[in-house]
């Protein structure tokens, strides 16, 4: 069955850093863009960082410069790095993929979530 797994969440000092992985298997067809999704208590789901098949990448203004998403297409896996975490980013982090072949982002797959939790 196809799917899509995070891992990589937990509990950190703000100022610290936490590595996220999400890895799709199963088959499906070819992913293009893989992205992460973050949803915190009382808030609506939000655009972390996206990535293409090709290394295009695309950053919420509001973890710029301190979070870098990546991808080993040849693992269909995506990593996000997370570095001077702060308090705000506390939240369920998903990972998502798109392997609909469209030509306009559709993702049909999403991970079960991932907590980090920032404290301060």
């Known amino acids: 069955q196809a799917q899509v797994v995070e891992s990589g969440g937990g509990l950190v000092q703000a100022g610290g850093s936490l590595r996220l992985s999400c890895e799709a298997s199963g088959t499906m067809g070819t992913i293009s863009v893989m992205g992460w999704y973050r949803q915190a208590p009382g808030k609506q789901r939000e655009l972390v960082a996206t990535?293409?098949?090709?290394?295009?990448?695309v950053y919420a203004d509001s973890v710029k410069g301190r979070f870098t998403i990546s991808r080993d297409n040849a693992k269909n896996t995506v990593y996000l790095q997370m570095n001077s975490l702060k308090p705000e980013d506390t939240a369920v982090y998903y990972c998502?993929?798109?392997?609909?072949?469209?030509?306009?982002?559709?993702?049909?797959?999403w991970g079960q979530g991932t907590q980090v939790t920032v404290s301060s």
């Open positions: 990535i293409s098949s090709g290394g295009y990448t």
């Open positions: 998502a993929a798109d392997s609909t072949g469209n030509a306009r982002v559709n993702y049909d797959y």
